[in-house]
């Protein structure tokens, strides 16, 4: 006999503990059957616009949020009626099923899913009685279940499954493992620094005791902090509007991408000490060549740009000075080197600014640079870049010259030594062979943490780089 069930998915950790997202569109509703795997949401995280696929196969029964909510880690966001094909009585599904657990498909890129107990989900099990009676059926002995009285390592699941007739149910058992600290996530922890809060002192209501933004920010409420945490608290509390139409102002929360940006981005700059060099460099040769790489066999059908160019120096004149591929770990006191080179490439989007990067960018030849340059960029651009691509960056490049923009003191990536930003090409009157000529021009700006990089190591890396540019035939020599 085949019994129905339901079974809540819940929004997963879509990446490096971000701990909210905003569902920006369902492609699925009541009613719908789905297969395992079939994309039903776009979800909007703090970093990228992600598809979710399903982790069931079944038919949708209700979509607990609407488009344009934001969502907490570890709540439900959508059920399904799924079949068990254990042969089992409608009543005694759940318990079989908890008995000899078996895990769910795993979805590449979830993550831990947060669950109210604030620990990973473990099965009902039927040698445990319940706080409260949730269904009549006895309880299940352990002989027949075959369940040792020594339970196995939990395991990790995405949902929690319960019978149709029971609806959907939530854990409400309390946490009673010793005295830990509040749990929390880095942005929050973050937020209670800044205002002044001991999180020791606030109440959780996140899944399992999380303490949220919301309860730092209502704790802040009780006005025990000194004035000027009292004032940033007000800042984080007040309310925004949006203003209707023909008003003279129109306010847009701050959300999504644009505020991970802009916390990351003042992270930056008042802990690493950043410091800015410029060069100016003919670049006429590298434009050369640009041209006959366009016209050669090997490149047909590839998009070469300058950008291509500078992303293949830069990688050249990190062989000779490594040291701006590094990190700082505060945590450790330690210089981090990287022996490896993720490439990160600012790019502008609608939902802004995103730095995803090429993973192990300095092993790839210079077609297959300028392809994997092409689709981070138009990947980054349609709001489809994985939370992986945005990690693990060691070094980034920002090109402000396609904005005609000649120079400018770009700000660090978050744990990366150095970022270059490239300018703008352009034919200006320059020295050439003891003449004035019309040459193609080129600026570049270096910003690095000169915690980790030094004036001398910072310049020899930006006169390389501009080398490589002025004369492409210098890469024989660095290589």
Known sequence: MTAAMIKEFRLPDLGEGLTESEIVSWKVGVGDTVSLNQIIAEVETAKAVVELPSPFAGVITALHEQPGTVVEVGKPIVSFEVKDDAGNQP???ATAEAALPRREPNLVGYGAVVESTGRPVRRQRALVEPAAPVEPAPPV???????????????????ETVPVEIGS??????????????????????????????LEKVAGTGPGGLITRDDVRNFVGGGDLPAAAQGLAAQETAPQSVAAQGEREVRTPIK?????????????????PHVTEFLTVDVTPAMELLARLKESKPFAGHKLTPLTLVSKAVLIALRRNPGLNAKWDEANQEIVQFNYVNLGIAAATPRGLTVPNIKDADRLTLVDLSTALAELTDTARAG??????????????????????????PILNPGEAAILAVGAVRKTPWEYQDQVALRQVMTLSLSFDHRLVDGEQGSRFLADVGALLADPGMAFAMA
């Open 91 to 93: 009543g005694a599904a």
């Open 256 to 272: 999504g991408v644009r505020k991970y940006t802009a916390a990351a981005m003042v992270s930056s700059a008042f802990t690493a």
């Open 169 to 198: 149910v939530e854990s409400t058992g309390q946490d009673t493992s010793p005295a830990e600290r509040p749990r929390s996530t880095p942005p929050v922890r973050k937020l209670a620094k800044d205002l002044g809060v001991d």
């Open 384 to 409: 489809k870049t994985s939370p992986e691509d945005l990690s693990g960056g060691t070094i980034s490049i920002t090109n402000i010259g396609v904005f005609g923009i000649d120079a400018g003191t």
């Open 141 to 159: 002995e352990a002989a027949e279940t075959k369940t040792p009285l020594v339970e196995p390592a939990p395991l990790v699941e995405p949902v």
